[in-house]
């Protein structure tokens, strides 16, 4: 098998160090591991320059997740690639772009999982639910808060950021070597999952009476030959074209799906005149306070003229009562991804709501029944991010929004700090008490 390896590069036969879990609970080790290697011809050796701490590792760091193995840990990787497999050749015709295109020391962004890109779902935007699909930072899948990692279907897995080997329109009309590795970092999972979030919902049925001003169900598909429009006695009011949305949950994801959904609903408000409101909520003081400054740091471009709050759970279901008239939300954001949060979404949204939940959920039962979904005609959207799907939309998100995602450690700036793996049993500590913002490891400090 033909390896194409960065010879410029450390030896790859050697030992890294590596951020390791070990079970049952909240046991974090920094350890000597094996670099990883080529193993099937479709991978590749990635150089980690940055790795993210996610709340999603705090499920496995707080054992919820049924993990009986130790592991290393992580799902957010930016770097460079510094070994690719035989499938990685000029002449590899028929299969995803980068099996021609990508070269060892191309720098590359990494999904939180593994995507062929030539199955059905891969084919059609599913990419999360692949037929390869597989997390990284689980035990048969070392993750990437370490110096290297490995990258199964390579090709249809990893983003190239290098704009003069890429057919992207986003790279190629942008000078992306302005962009910190902190700022690239948020493709990995943070960002795109709070776009899925905000497009989860506005791409339902149900919102579209307020964005196409045409009452359900004729604002979207409808069979061919049927009445092109309802019987309604008057026609559509402005309250009922307002479009309020709320936010539970305003960690990281939390932040890049309000940021998200500020921009999409900016751009319906001057393109179509869509008058919105936001509600977005948290029980920390300091989360609220931290999306306050990244609101007030936004151009007025990236924001449009809705309405805004920054709420307690109590303060956002009487804005959600007060804002509607007591409808509520039309749409709820869910990324907390537990009970408390979901019931809060399901009393704040209105009566043909939609709830997109982007939260990872554990074991415990949903916290209402068939009765009570039936009853108010609540649409759930649930599950992963098809994050290598949503990579252009996030990233024309993050060139426009460098004010919230280019900076680390300011008070407006999504990044809280980048640590060496030293302090990374410190990290998971605070992070998981909710006493620091995001947090990257730099495996070279």
């Not at 193995?69 to 990685?88: I, K, P, Y």
Request: aromatic fraction near 8%.
């Amino acid at each position: 098998m033909v390896v194409q390896v960065d010879n410029a590069a450390r030896d790859l036969s050697g030992m890294q160090r590596a951020v390791r879990w070990y079970p049952p609970a909240y046991d974090i080790r920094v350890e000597a591991v094996p670099i990883p290697q080529i193993i099937d011809p479709d991978d590749a050796i990635v150089e980690v320059t940055l790795a993210g701490l996610c709340g999603s590792d705090l499920h496995i760091y707080r054992g919820h997740e049924d993990v009986e193995s130790d592991l290393t840990c992580g799902h957010e990787v930016v770097g460079r690639v510094v070994a690719l497999g035989a499938s990685f050749r000029p002449d590899a015709a028929g299969r995803p772009e980068l099996y021609s295109t990508l070269h060892v020391g191309d720098k590359v962004v990494s999904p939180f999982t593994v995507s062929c890109g030539e199955c059905h779902f891969c084919r059609i935007g599913f990419t999360c639910r692949c037929v390869h699909s597989c997390l990284f930072g689980i035990p048969t899948l070392p993750g990437g808060q370490a110096q290297y990692i490995r990258i199964p279907k390579a090709g249809g897995t990893l983003f190239n950021l290098s704009a003069s080997r890429s057919s992207s329109t986003a790279l190629a009309n942008n000078d992306l070597s302005r962009l910190a590795d902190s700022s690239l970092i948020l493709l990995a999972d943070i960002l795109p999952t709070g776009v899925f979030a905000a497009m989860q919902a506005l791409q339902h049925p149900k919102i579209a009476p307020m964005l196409t001003g045409k009452p359900y169900p004729f604002g979207g598909f409808v069979p061919s030959g049927s009445v092109a429009q309802g019987q309604a006695a008057t026609a559509l009011q402005e309250e009922d074209r307002t479009l309020t949305v709320g936010v539970v949950g305003l960690g990281p994801v939390g932040v890049c799906a309000t940021v998200s959904l500020l921009d999409i609903l900016a751009g319906l408000e001057t393109s179509h005149g869509l008058v919105f409101g936001i509600i977005a909520i948290d029980p920390l003081e300091s989360r609220r306070t931290k999306l306050q400054a990244i609101y007030n740091t936004i151009e007025p471009s990236g924001k449009g003229t809705g309405r805004f709050a920054v709420a307690t759970a109590e303060e956002g279901k009487k804005l959600a009562q007060e804002w509607t008239k007591g409808a509520g939300c039309n749409a709820v954001l869910e990324v907390v991804g537990n009970s408390s949060a979901l019931t809060l979404a399901y009393n704040i949204v209105r009566p043909f709501g939609i709830i997109s939940s982007v939260g990872v959920h554990q074991e415990p039962p949903l916290p209402f029944n068939g009765r009570d979904v039936y009853n108010k005609n609540v649409s759930f959207d649930f599950g992963r991010c098809p994050v290598r799907a949503l990579f252009p939309i996030a990233l024309e998100i993050l060139l426009k929004r460098q004010d919230v995602f280019g900076g680390v450690g300011t008070a407006a700036s999504l990044i809280d700090r980048v640590v060496g793996f030293d302090e990374a049993v410190d990290m998971y500590k605070l992070f998981d008490k909710g006493h620091c913002g995001k947090v990257l490891f730099d495996p070279s400090l």
